[in-house]
């Protein structure tokens, strides 16, 4: 008898989160889960791990029939806490999300989401990051997870290059308005921070982070496109952020 594949969800919105609950569903299909994901929001901690506060993991009944556990820390402490203390060993496939809202263009360097499937990738784990765009609290995640179940099979089935990882987002709407799936790079897109400068009742000043997502990037082989276009975006993602055709450049240069 063949054995189950053993799956480890995680995310950044919570294990409380609807995101994540359609998740566990998808993969209780697949394989043996186990759940270790935040006990509050994680969301644009990137892929920073608690070093200057312990950290505290407990049990949940989150998921029924499900073993589960809520971390104070973030998503990456998460995956290292079920690798070295829950598991003892490394599972077969890491799937993070699903994300409330996007992490295609150059949010995937912000997302906690994408840093857990990134935190796979480092041990060698084949990872997944799924987003759907949509931010709200009652997003409808049925079509979401359809892709999700669909695409974590074919990561069982045919694995994924040591040191990479996927960044899956997926529109916002039915199924049915779905056109299908985009093999995609990393569109060029950026954050216009602006800063909401305000007064607390005592007077001193504090600031909320806000801007604009500008897509500068107008390939039609982009995330940013398929998304647009209401595809499903898959990009192969790395944690090397090695310019690798910089250093022949680079190697003119006199450092003596």
């Known amino acids: 008898m063949t054995e189950k594949p053993l799956i480890l969800v995680t995310n950044d919105d919570s294990i409380i989160a609807g995101g994540i609950a359609a998740l566990v569903e998808a993969m209780k299909e697949l394989g043996d889960v186990l759940v270790v994901a935040p006990d509050s929001p ?5 892929h920073a791990i608690t070093i200057h506060h312990p ?17 104070s820390g973030t998503p990456v402490d998460c995956v290292k806490l079920a690798i070295y203390e829950i598991l003892k060993k490394r599972p077969t496939l890491l799937v993070s999300g699903i994300n409330h809202g996007s992490n295609a263009g150059t949010n995937v360097l912000y997302s906690g989401t994408m840093s857990a499937a990134v935190e796979g990738a480092i041990e060698g784990i084949p990872a997944i990051g799924f987003s759907l765009l949509d931010h709200s609290a ?7 997870a359809v892709y999700a179940k669909k695409i974590a099979q074919l990561v069982l089935d045919n694995g994924i290059q040591n040191g990479t990882c996927l960044n899956v987002n997926i529109p916002k709407g ?44 107008k390939g039609e082989d982009t995330d940013m496109w398929a998304l647009e ?12 952020m090695t310019a690798h055709h910089l250093i022949s450049n680079l190697n003119l240069w006199d450092f003596k």
């Open 138 to 144: 009652e997003a409808d995640f049925t079509a979401s």
């Open 42 to 46: 994680q969301s644009g901690t990137g």
């Open 55 to 71: 950290l505290r993991l407990r049990k949940s009944n989150e998921f029924s029939n499900i073993e589960a556990y809520t971390c």
């Open 174 to 217: 039915k199924e049915s308005d779905i056109k299908g799936i985009k093999i995609c790079r990393q569109g060029r897109a950026f954050w216009e921070d602006t800063f909401d400068k305000r007064k607390d009742p005592f007077g001193g000043e504090y600031f909320w982070l806000t801007g604009e997502f500008r897509e500068t990037d």
């Open 229 to 240: 276009h209401n595809y499903v975006s898959v990009v192969p993602t790395q944690f090397d």
